[in-house]
């Protein structure tokens, strides 16, 4: 990391993870397509239910991170026996989480979707769509967790194949249980949540097989399994900003399809599109930033400027470049994409609205995502979660409810370029200024200290 060339090393670092989230993305997006198929208000009923969806999500990452992370320090510590009790108590947070939302699940479905909307055309295809994925919500959490320990003894390409298996599964399985091809029954919104739920559960036992044979350092039985609360402490030191980061996005999506649904039901569904699409795009951003994070931490250690200037230029250039593509596609091609997902007259009319104008924002997102990182691979993880927290929240929301006051509906869509263009400018003199600073003081050190 110290002399290879930043771009061929960045992309071998970066490709699994890159790989393994545009798969996820991907499936998210055929998912939104087929039940699309079904009736606009089935749509916006997924679209309803998807911030629920980001908490469990929020969950699984949170304690993947800290987990991975754990477990990845002690193994660099040779203490193996401590790594494996890590990876079991990880393992014993799924579960115990899977029991509480699967309680809450079976209750209060209706309950929750209700908190986003009042028409009752939606409450019941959402709530029976939450209370399948909250019921089966240990086909999230497990294969997740997992796939981070399993990150964590530095095997990136098996968690990679674990999310493909689960991806082409569930766009398989997706038109047999939603439409009712051949034996099965029509299921429709019922049906995309129990192909999800399967799938995920493919998944998680490709990794019960993997943990037992793909892993070298990490030795898990439940023969020797006990509750360690120290262990679980030092998994959440890491995984809570990263949990809380997560949940970021299921509080603007909840908040926004609140708005939004106050004017019309197919903004509801054209937010849904939206942000699956979105997603499409961003998750190769991020896992560029799995790649990205590795290369500029280890320079910054051996206080090599020179090359944490060109991996911070690289990974720009990158990151804008993939950002770029979902502008031209949002931009140019909007009625193309939402046909993808429904070809109602009203809804391809709002979502060619939304699309032309959400897509302005696009070529500067890349810019602020690998602020976000950098700051993370400084150390300096306060300084990502408050950029990440103006992007997403801070500034977004409070936009879009006054365009959608002050100006017009049709308008409010302007909120997401304004915000993004505000937020890559604060990212910018922050990062700027932190740089300065790091970079003074490397070039203070005695020249034995650094590169």
């Not at 055929?30 to 916006?44: F, I, N, P």
């Not at 903004?267 to 951003?285: E, N």
Request: aromatic fraction near 12%.
């Amino acid at each position: 990391m110290g002399t290879e060339p930043i771009i061929p090393l960045m992309f071998r670092l970066a490709i699994p993870a890159m790989i393994g989230m545009g798969t996820q993305a991907l499936y998210n997006v055929v998912d939104t397509m087929y039940v699309g198929r079904v009736s606009e208000e089935a749509l916006s009923a997924l679209s309803l239910a998807f911030p629920v969806q980001m908490v469990l999500i929020s969950i699984g990452v949170g304690t993947g991170v800290g987990t991975s992370s754990l477990i990845a320090r002690r193994l660099g510590e040779k203490r193996r026996i401590d790594a494996s009790l890590a990876a079991e108590n990880a393992i014993f947070l799924s579960v115990m989480y899977w029991l509480v939302i699967m309680i809450i699940g079976w209750l209060f479905s209706d309950d929750i979707i209700k908190i986003f909307s009042d028409r009752e055309v939606l409450i019941r295809p959402g709530g029976d769509y939450i209370r399948i994925i909250m019921m089966g919500s240990i086909a999230m959490f497990f294969p997740m967790i997992t796939n981070n320990i399993i990150r964590g003894e530095g095997n990136t390409f098996t968690p990679m194949i674990a999310l493909i298996i689960g991806a082409v599964t569930n766009i398989i399985l997706d038109p047999f249980l939603i439409f009712g091809i051949g034996v099965f029954p029509e299921m429709g919104v019922r049906g995309a949540a129990l192909a999800t739920v399967f799938s995920r559960g493919v998944s998680g036992v490709f990794l019960i097989y993997a943990l037992r044979t793909k892993t070298d350092d990490l030795k898990i039985s439940p023969k020797h399994f006990k509750v360690d609360f120290s262990i679980i402490i030092e998994i959440y030191k890491v995984g809570l900003p990263a949990m809380f980061m997560q949940m970021l996005a299921s509080v603007t999506i909840a908040v926004i399809n609140k708005i939004a649904g106050s004017y019309n039901i197919y903004a509801i569904a054209i937010m849904g599109i939206f942000f699956r699409l979105q997603s499409f795009i961003l998750m190769p951003v991020f896992g560029l930033g799995q790649g990205y994070i590795p290369i500029m931490g280890y320079n910054y250690g051996r206080g090599d400027i020179q090359r944490m200037k060109e991996t911070l230029r690289t990974g720009l250039l990158i990151a804008t470049c993939l950002t770029f593509t979902g502008f031209v596609l949002f931009r140019f091609f909007p009625e193309t994409l939402i046909r993808l997902f429904n070809s109602n007259p009203e809804l391809i009319k709002i979502g060619v609205q939304a699309l032309e104008r959400i897509a302005l924002g696009f070529p500067v997102i890349g810019a602020s995502v690998i602020g976000a990182v950098t700051f993370q691979a400084l150390g300096k993880g306060f300084n990502s979660l408050v950029v990440s927290f103006l992007r997403q929240i801070g500034i977004l929301l409070p936009v879009i409810y006054l365009l959608s006051r002050v100006w017009t509906f049709e308008n409010m869509w302007y909120a997401f370029p304004i915000s993004e263009y505000i937020d890559v400018v604060v990212m910018y003199i922050w990062l700027s200024f932190t740089l300065k600073k790091i970079f003074k003081t490397i070039r203070s050190l005695p020249e034995k200290e650094s590169v």
